[in-house]
């Protein structure tokens, strides 16, 4: 399935979002360091490398997420569609409608499902009324895979499902205010195989309608859902292309050995 | 998926918006970003607000407060007459013991007439009128150094006397002309006296030992009060809350952090300590009366009772404090010595209560302020301001005499009638809040100096 | 033997066991080479614990209980002499100072035993004058007799209390010092011990809150014999004279507490919550680290500070802007003493409570929830209205209770700001009193101990206490709760 799926790989789809020249830095720690990527639309991208390395750091570069982080100073371009999101006038609250996000540990809000969901419509004013918020609310419930285990209890709280329904929940709370990129970083790491399972399917699923860019610590995962990978080294962006290539015929010295598990 | 409507048959969504979108902040985010900054002003003015509350009432201290710790003082020659102190003129101390304060009144009357000539200012009051000038104590001054130095008897020695606290006042802008149309205790006329004698040097403010180290004084004599004596009451409090609590506080957070067993009983030990932090100070105060002074007949008002009862009202913020500091310690520590062959005990009173000392120590000192600055279950029993006249001698006495305490001495002088007494009141807050600041200032620097990350 | 001399001697016999003890298990170690169980030192500190504990405890005890033993014993003699309304307390006392006059009296010489024990009544007071000791009242023949019967009794006593201790010390040496062989397990002894102090340490939490409990329902219950209960809890007047006839209905003082409180808690919250939450969620590191201690010194000053703040210079101030002729020209204020000034400053003196508690439970909400809310694009304020604040309500709101509970049961602000009159007004800016400013206007005057006028405040204080405990319970509960939820 993977080789299939690496075989018709999406090279005909555009380029979602550019970085060049990125850099991070945390106080003294230069934890990104001129980092070059193109992110192609509808596609799953998957970074991967040793713990430490900046994926996850980079990954909140792209919805400004390290804006919340007191001492992160990011400098280069980061564009999604062809607009800077690092540019003066961009709302980073505008910003983060358009790139979802879905955290390592599930973390539903202490609130109903249904209010769950309905979050990030309500304060986007997406809905103009109770049935158009219920119809996002299932329409995002469909796509997060979750509807028909919740559908009899959607007030019921949403830190009473398992792990796995909780991951899915949050899937679906992200997508229901319509974005167009969804950043997962190690969406499953949290959860046992079974939940995994499930969520991976999920994810080659919403493929299809965003441009969804995953970290994983799993190399397994990353050749299973993605279709291209980017592989971090200390800071640096060491290789990136096609997945299968990456997993089968690297460039890099340094990709061959984490991907032989002499580094890591 | 597929029967929602929008996606229908086709998987993919309508194109995005593309380009600049991003660019241009839409009107709902401005209305929320508008909001955003309004809720993040209230945090701000929240926090101003308490600032504000925090200056002012340290403005209001410091203003109403500093003018205690200067006094004015009237320089007077005074003719101490052998025929009216010493009739025989054989210099028998006992003899001149005899002479009450009264027979000292006409000598300074008599040196305040001397005076008024001298400095020739033009006044109608009587010479009986001038002594308002001076405290209702001036007599019992100068008798006192008589009966201390009987050889100044026959001489015009020039001493220095208290005035009274309207002179004071209205040195220090607290009176004012205006204000004394109602009050017979000093007249205008008085006052151009002042004026005159201040301008020659003999009227003059000067630092105010006897403030921080003089004993209460009654209603009718302001200018003589001091908060020594409660300021001794409180140490010998403090020291009785520091010796029970101390020992109690580190035995009963041993026990609960290091040996008390998961059962019923600790249950009921933790939850009626986490209560007793938040009993009212006063219910502790009828605590003390009840148990301490009607079932027990301990001494009323004495400083040994009201530090028994600041120490049961202490104990369990102690407790707290030391559980946290035992708790910090990590078990490693406990292991290694549990491991190369010491006791439960060993391992406890050897490794880990020394690691965690400063924090306790830290967390004692901390309860000590607290008990130094609590009023009212002091009031309950007895410890109230104005049996704070004598100094204690010895220090058995200082545990068992009857005294007061320093917040105690301030509830008092609020309460009187005089506002004279109000400025020794917040002279007194200065006082108490100095020694609280030292406290918590050594708290710190232990913090500080100890700090430990595991 | 005054106490302190007899225990000096139990540590003197302490020490000596010890000595003892100590080289007898060395000894013995050596003449049947075996190593001992313990160290040597844990065998003298068996017979030392032995020797003075038991005998330290019991003189603690027979300290107390002496006194109280004498005073019931001697109570008969004064007993058919005292009237209708005589005070016992009081007539103790005299027969108290009487006897200790003339034990001092002995003492320095002034008297011989034999003169104080035949002196005749009305010669005493003199005598005792001549000693230093005033006595109210001329000493009446039952009066005199109590008193040498006090001083024979009391001599009996701590007789038998010097032999008693000390023998109990000289017992608990020699069992210590006999015990002290190779085999005994001295340490697993001394540790014990210090395991039942360390026990009974804790055991006094408890002790103190049995203590409370019983010092308020004894008088209560008292209170109730001499004063209806129904009119107490549901009376609507308080106005107490010690001549008798007194109204004293808890309602008006309930009423003021209730409104001081509230007042308080309506200055406090909203202040103490916001900055907590402009603390937690968006003061710089720097801003945090000054402005925290800062708020907190509010929470460091005493309440005599706030009360005297309130009498004289927030109630001036306040009746300046509402008082009559106030440049509001509103008129609605007498004095400065009142309900909004009491509440006022003890709203300021509760914000730093209420900011702290609420600081502590913002930063228990996971940090997963603020990233899950900012990572929808939501703005910082609607992630701390829609999530943060929600998930920290149960925390919130037990944070509030405590305040509620420290408002009531606060004292010297209400006892200094509000005024003295008990009244049931809506009025803010009227005088209003509280149950604690009562309790101690009650027990701080002249009142005979057993007069329902005094006895009102042990009412008052049971009704005070029950109330805050209930608060505290359950905002205990609440914030235990909630703390467990995110751990």
């Known amino acids: ?264 | 998926m597929t029967d929602i409507p929008q996606s229908g048959a086709t998987p993919v969504e309508p194109p995005a918006p593309k380009g600049d979108s991003l660019l241009v902040t839409d009107a709902r985010t401005k209305r929320r970003n508008r909001a955003e900054r309004r809720f993040k002003a209230y945090g701000i003015a929240a926090l101003g607000v308490g600032m504000a509350f925090l200056v002012a009432l340290l403005w209001a201290i410091l203003s109403n407060g500093l003018t205690a710790f200067t006094q004015s003082y009237v320089q007077l020659d005074v003719p101490l007459l052998e025929e009216k102190l010493d009739k025989d003129g054989d210099r028998d101390p006992a003899k001149i013991a005899k002479v009450s304060t009264f027979g000292y009144a006409p000598l300074i009357e008599a040196g305040l007439v001397d005076l008024v000539e001298k400095t020739g200012v033009e006044t109608e009051l009587e010479p009986k009128a001038l002594t308002k000038i001076l405290s209702s104590s001036a007599a019992a001054q100068l008798r006192d150094r008589v009966l201390a130095n009987p050889e100044l008897i026959g001489q015009t020695v020039s001493v220095e006397l208290l005035a009274s606290s309207r002179v004071d006042g209205y040195l220090k802008g607290r009176v004012s002309r205006a204000s004394l149309a109602r009050d017979k205790n000093l007249d205008a006329e008085h006052l151009d006296l002042i004026d005159a004698w201040r301008d020659a040097g003999l009227v003059e403010k000067r630092f105010n030992w006897d403030f921080i180290t003089g004993a209460d004084a009654s209603d009718s004599r302001p200018e003589q009060a001091g908060i020594g004596v409660a300021m001794l009451g409180s140490l010998f409090m403090m020291l009785v809350v520091l010796i029970l609590s101390l020992p109690i506080g580190v035995a009963a957070s041993i026990y609960l952090e290091e040996f008390a067993p998961q059962n019923r009983l600790t249950d009921i030990i933790e939850v009626n300590i986490s209560n007793l932090a938040a009993v009212p100070s006063i219910v502790f105060g009828i605590l003390g009366l009840a148990v301490f002074i009607q079932f027990m007949h301990l001494p009323q008002s004495a400083p040994l009772v009201g530090g028994l009862v600041l120490t049961l009202m202490t104990l369990p913020t102690i407790i707290i404090s030391t559980r946290a500091s035992l708790k910090s310690v990590p078990p490693s520590i406990r292991n290694a010595a549990l491991g190369v062959g010491a006791s439960k005990m060993q391992a406890v009173t050897h490794h880990v209560l020394p690691l965690a000392m400063p924090g306790i120590l830290t967390g004692t000192i901390l309860g000590l302020a607290q008990a130094l600055g609590e009023t009212a279950p002091l009031l309950l029993i007895g410890m109230v301001g104005y049996i704070a006249t004598n100094y204690p001698d010895g220090v058995a006495e200082g545990f068992l005499a009857p005294n007061s305490a320093m917040p105690a001495q301030i509830y008092e002088w609020a309460k009187r009638a005089d506002p004279a007494f109000y400025e020794r009141a917040w002279g007194g807050i200065i006082v108490l809040l100095v020694f609280l600041l030292a406290m918590n200032l050594i708290a710190v620097l232990l913090r500080r100096r100890f700090e430990r990350r595991w | 033997m005054t106490p302190s001399w007899i225990a000096l001697i139990v540590l003197a016999i302490a020490a000596a066991g010890f000595v003892l003890a100590r080289a007898r298990a060395q000894a013995a170690a050596r003449r049947e080479a075996r190593r001992l169980h313990s160290l040597p030192n844990y065998y003298g500190w068996t017979a030392a614990i032995y020797a003075a504990g038991p005998a330290l405890l019991l003189l603690a005890i027979w300290l107390v209980a002496q006194p109280i033993a004498t005073r019931s014993l001697t109570w008969p003699v004064l007993a058919a002499e005292a009237g209708e309304n005589a005070v016992p307390s009081l007539m103790m006392a005299d027969v108290q100072r009487l006897a200790s006059g003339l034990d001092a009296a002995v003492a320095t010489g002034r008297l011989t035993a034999e003169e104080a024990r035949a002196l005749p009544p009305e010669e005493l007071r003199a005598a005792m004058a001549a000693q230093g000791v005033a006595l109210g009242s001329e000493v009446t023949p039952a009066t005199r007799d109590a008193a040498l019967r006090w001083r024979r009794l009391s001599g009996t006593g701590d007789l038998l209390r010097g032999i008693v201790v000390i023998g109990l010390a000289l017992a608990g040496a020699a069992w210590g010092v006999s015990r002290a062989k190779p085999d005994f397990r001295a340490r697993n002894a001394v540790e014990q011990a210090m395991r039942g102090v360390l026990v009974s340490a804790a055991l006094l939490a408890i002790l103190t809150t049995v203590g409370i409990v019983l010092a308020l329902i004894f008088n209560t219950i008292e209170f109730f014999r001499l004063y209806p209960a129904a009119e107490f809890f549901f009376g609507t007047t308080w106005s107490p004279s010690f001549g008798g006839g007194s109204e004293l209905g808890i309602l008006p003082l309930l009423w003021g507490t209730l409104y001081i409180s509230i007042i308080a808690l309506l200055v406090a919250v909203p202040i103490g919550l916001f900055a907590a939450i402009y603390l937690a969620e968006y003061a710089h590191r720097n801003v945090r680290s000054w402005a925290k201690p800062m708020l907190e010194m509010l929470a460091g000053i005493p309440t005599i500070v706030y009360g005297l703040f309130a009498l004289l210079t927030v109630g001036p101030l306040l009746v300046e802007a509402f008082g009559r002729g106030g440049y509001l020209g509103l008129g609605w204020m007498q004095g400065g003493t009142a309900v909004m000034t009491a509440g006022l400053v003890m709203g300021i003196m509760l914000i730093p409570f209420v900011s702290s508690l609420s600081d502590d439970i913002i930063n228990a909400v996971p940090q997963s929830l603020r990233d899950g809310s900012l990572g929808l694009g939501a703005t910082r304020s609607e992630t701390i209205r829609q999530v943060v604040l929600p998930a920290a309500l149960p925390g919130i709101v037990g944070a509030v209770l405590l305040a509620a509970s420290r408002a009531i049961g606060e004292t010297m602000i209400v006892v200094l700001g509000a005024g003295a009159a008990a009244r049931l007004s809506m009025n803010p800016f009227d005088a209003m009193t509280t149950v604690t400013a009562k309790i101690v206007s009650q027990l701080t005057g002249d009142a005979d101990f057993s007069s329902p006028e005094a006895l009102v405040a042990f009412a008052l204080g049971m009704t005070l206490f029950v109330i805050t405990l209930a608060l505290n319970v359950v905002a205990l509960w609440i914030v235990r709760r909630y703390r467990e939820q995110y751990e």
Request: aromatic content about 6%.
């Open chain 1, 1 to 264: 399935m993977n080789d299939m799926r690496t075989m018709d790989n999406t090279v005909l789809n555009e380029t979602k979002i550019t970085a060049r020249d990125v850099n991070v830095h945390y106080g003294t720690t230069h934890a990104i360091k001129g980092v070059d990527v193109d992110i192609a639309d509808r596609t799953v991208t998957a970074f991967i490398g040793p713990s430490g390395c900046g994926k996850s750091t980079f990954l909140r570069c792209l919805n400004r997420m390290n804006d919340t982080i007191p001492g992160a100073v990011v400098t280069g371009e980061i564009k999604i569609d062809e607009a800077d999101i690092y540019d003066s006038r961009v709302d980073p609250v505008q910003l983060r409608a358009k790139v979802g996000m879905v955290f390592q540990k599930p973390n539903p809000f202490p609130k109903s499902i249904y209010d769950n969901v309905a979050y990030g419509p309500k304060i986007h004013g997406l809905a103009k009324n109770k049935t158009e918020l219920d119809e996002i609310v299932e329409k995002a419930l469909r796509r997060g895979a979750i509807w028909d285990e919740v559908k009899d209890r959607l007030h019921a709280p949403g830190t009473g499902l398992s792990g796995g329904q909780q991951q899915r929940l949050c899937i679906a709370r992200a997508v229901a205010t319509e974005p167009e990129i969804l950043l997962m970083d190690e969406p499953c790491s949290a959860l046992d195989p079974i939940a995994t399972a499930q969520v991976e399917e999920l994810i080659d699923e919403l493929r299809q309608n965003f441009s969804v860019v995953i970290v994983t610590h799993s190399m397994q995962q990353a050749a299973r859902v993605s279709q291209r990978t980017a592989f971090f080294h200390l800071g640096n962006l060491v290789e990136y292309g096609e997945t299968g290539k990456i997993f089968t015929n690297p460039e890099d010295s340094r990709t061959e050995s984490y991907i032989s598990g002499r580094i890591g």
